[in-house]
C-alpha cells in the first residue's frame, strides 16, 4: 500500500513556524522528487515546494521564498518544509505530493504528481 502520511500542522500566529513533515510507506523516497501543495479555502491547490530525489535541488514558489524550507531524510523515508515567518495568506491544508522520476519541474515535481495523503491543516491567526 503506497502512503504519504503529512503531519506538523497546526495553529500559530503570525511570524512563526512550524515544520510539516510527510512520511512515505510502501515505497522508498530515494528515487523520487517530493513536492509540497497547499489548498486554501476556496482556491485550487497549488504548488509550493520541490526537492529532489537526493535533496541537492530544491525550488520554492515565490510565494514562499525565503521562508520556507524543504528537505529529506531519505533513511527516515520522510520529508519535511520548514515555515518560517507565517503569514495569515499561508493558510491552508499542506499536502506532499510524490513525481514521477527524480528532478523537479520548477517548484512541483514532474508529473504526473500522486497525492496518498489527506493534508495536514495550517492555520496562522492571531
Known amino acids: 500500500q503506497l502512503q504519504l502520511v503529512e503531519s506538523g500542522g497546526g495553529l500559530v500566529q503570525p511570524g512563526g513556524s512550524l515544520r510539516l513533515s510527510c512520511a512515505a510507506s510502501?515505497?522508498?523516497?530515494?528515487?523520487?522528487?517530493i513536492g509540497w501543495f497547499r489548498q486554501a479555502p476556496g482556491k485550487e491547490r497549488e504548488g509550493v515546494s520541490c526537492?529532489?530525489?537526493?535533496?541537492?535541488?530544491?525550488n520554492y514558489a515565490d510565494s514562499v521564498k525565503g521562508r520556507f524550507t524543504i528537505s529529506r531524510d531519505n533513511a527516515k523515508n520522510t520529508v519535511y518544509l520548514q515555515m518560517n515567518s507565517l503569514k495569515p495568506e499561508d493558510t491552508a491544508v499542506y499536502y506532499c505530493?510524490?513525481?514521477?522520476?527524480?528532478?523537479?519541474?520548477?517548484?512541483?515535481?514532474?508529473?504526473?504528481?500522486?497525492?496518498w495523503g489527506n493534508g495536514t491543516l495550517v492555520t496562522v491567526s492571531s
Open positions: 505530493g510524490r513525481g514521477e522520476r527524480y528532478y523537479c519541474s520548477g517548484y512541483t515535481p514532474q508529473a504526473p504528481v500522486h497525492y
Open positions: 510502501g515505497f522508498t523516497l530515494n528515487y523520487y522528487a
Open positions: 526537492i529532489s530525489s537526493s535533496g541537492g535541488i530544491t
